[in-house]
């Protein structure tokens, strides 16, 4: 099997796990999970321990990169039809191994409690505020009392260092027995086979070992050279005084934080992650048929045009919106109570879902898409409208969540 069917994206995982796991116990020697003492364990850490900075550089980038990774996986999975069928609890394990990685990052932000973690965590939490009924309850739990303070940040370190870290190890562990127990990876149609039609098998040891291997120390080669290239940022002590402008989430969670920025709060934070959420558990059981190609890349010739289709206009489609909903924005305001709700809230939603079934249709009638394939060009385009997204809150948001130009963000 090509190395490009899978680009040794689900070993990658696995081999930053350990990288993190070791990391993060060298850098407990020196770390104090407490306020007053937190930020200046980290900057004896970068400042006096020997190869300090460098270990908690990798450690650093190494969870960044993990959440990429996954979720990259994730895309590699869906866009070869690999959650189908016996597949289909391990793409649920998957999913929540995926929601692991990002409590284990988001956790891990707030420890070394500089300007920059604790107002990324700040909005983060209150956005959970939002939530119906159990919203202030929620971000009270979350944060551990009312503020963030030493309640949060012992509770993010257990979690960060004890918690998450076994049941990810765990999950994994059944997830890798999962793909084995389901014969492996779904392979391509153009996949070697035998006689009787059956796959090709080949020895684990050296067809497959080494090729992990290699792609393993390739992985920790490369991180390992940007850390020593890059430290990880350290910006001033934390001030739960002097709040920063813009303060943004996490850049995984920035996508989120940008639609709050467009949508009334409910539908920001509860319906639109819900919809999500419950749409990608769903996936493997919308009926598809047998008889549908998968295994390769996009399924089909036809997958590849549509997906191309519908990531082209969710590029051109989504920065449109942003833009015009500035403009409207800052010519009239945004409303406010029972307007809010309907105008930012139900009306857009609505005509997203009335534009995704309308698409269905059309790629369906017109272009001769499969169930499959129409299923996987919206989710091509969400998952796009979804990274434009991120890339605005990243780079295109200055003080006051005003748009700008990235120099000025």
């Known amino acids: 099997m090509r190395f490009t069917h899978t ?4 070993g990658s ?8 796991l070791v ?3 060298l850098l407990m020697f020196g770390y104090t999970p407490v306020p007053g003492d937190a930020y200046a364990s980290i900057e004896k850490l970068q400042g006096e321990v020997t190869f300090g900075a460098f270990v908690r550089a990798i450690h650093h980038w190494s969870a960044n990169l993990l959440v990429l990774v996954a979720v990259f996986h994730l895309l590699r999975v869906v866009f070869t039809g690999g959650f189908l069928g016996t597949r289909a609890l391990n793409w649920l394990v998957g999913l929540f191994l995926l929601a692991a990685i990002a409590a284990s990052a988001f956790t891990g932000y707030l420890l ?4 920059l973690a604790y107002w990324a965590v700040t909005i983060v939490t209150g956005m959970a505020a939002y939530v119906p009924l159990a919203g202030p309850a929620l971000a009270a739990f979350l944060r551990g009392g009312e503020e963030i303070g030493p309640a949060t940040l012992g509770t993010y370190f257990a979690l960060h260092t004890q918690w998450i870290p076994v049941l990810l190890f765990a999950g994994a562990g059944f997830h890798f027995w999962r793909v084995r127990k389901a014969g492996g990876v779904v392979l391509p149609p153009d996949a070697v086979r035998d006689e009787k039609g059956k796959p090709e098998q080949v020895l684990f040891l050296p067809e497959l070992l080494w090729r992990e291997l290699a792609a393993a120390l390739v992985v920790l080669a490369a991180v390992t050279l940007f850390s020593a290239l890059v430290r990880a940022p350290l910006g001033p002590a934390a001030n739960p005084g002097l709040s920063l402008n813009p303060a943004k989430a996490p850049w995984y969670f920035l ?3 940008e639609l709050l920025v467009h949508l009334h709060p409910l539908f920001a934070v509860v319906v639109v992650p819900l919809l999500g959420v419950a749409a990608l558990c769903a996936l493997p059981y919308l009926g598809f048929s047998d008889a549908e190609p998968r295994g390769a890349w996009f399924l089909s010739e036809n997958g590849r045009r549509t997906a191309k289709l519908a990531a082209a206009l969710a590029l051109v489609a989504t920065p449109i919106l942003v833009i015009a909903d500035a403009l409207v924005l800052g010519k009239s305001g945004a409303p406010s109570g029972g307007a809010a709700f309907f105008l930012r809230g139900v009306l857009p939603v609505a005509a997203v879902l009335a534009g995704a079934a309308a698409g269905f249709r059309f790629l369906r009638s017109r272009l001769g898409a499969t169930r499959l394939e129409a299923t996987q060009a919206l989710f091509v385009f969400f998952g796009t409208a979804f990274a434009v997204l991120t890339a605005v809150g990243i780079w295109f948001r200055g003080a006051g969540m005003k748009l700008v130009w990235p120099w000025n963000a």
């Open 255 to 257: 996508g989120f934080q």
């Open 13 to 20: 995982t696995l081999v930053l796990l350990s990288i993190l």
């Open 7 to 10: 680009f040794g994206l689900g």
């Open 23 to 25: 990391t993060g116990s």
């Open 112 to 115: 070394p409690w500089d300007q």
